[in-house]
């Protein structure tokens, strides 16, 4: 699976994501679920990433949002 190069503007400077289909529908989903746009959801991952590439912290965070998912069935 090769990924797919989607750009966007965060804070007033152009920036591209490279992902695998599978994560770009689990972003477009997260996004859906939060009411938010995509690239407002982005801005936000962008906002607390740190140092780590914008690519990667979009993938960190779907894996957290999903095992905190994971927790919160497994606890019921």
Not at 46 to 51: F, Q
């Given at each position: 699976m090769r990924p797919v190069k989607r750009s966007?503007?965060?804070k007033g400077h152009?920036?591209?994501i490279s992902l695998?289909?599978?994560f770009w529908e689990a972003l477009?989903?997260?996004a859906a679920e939060d009411q938010l746009s995509l690239a407002a959801?982005?801005?936000s991952i962008?906002?607390?990433?740190?140092?780590a590439n914008l690519s990667s912290a979009v993938r960190v965070w779907l894996l957290a949002r999903y095992r905190?998912?994971?927790a919160s069935h497994t606890a019921a």
């Open positions: 966007f503007s965060i152009r920036t591209s695998e289909a599978a477009k989903e997260a959801l982005v801005a962008d906002a607390g990433r740190g140092d905190a998912r994971g």
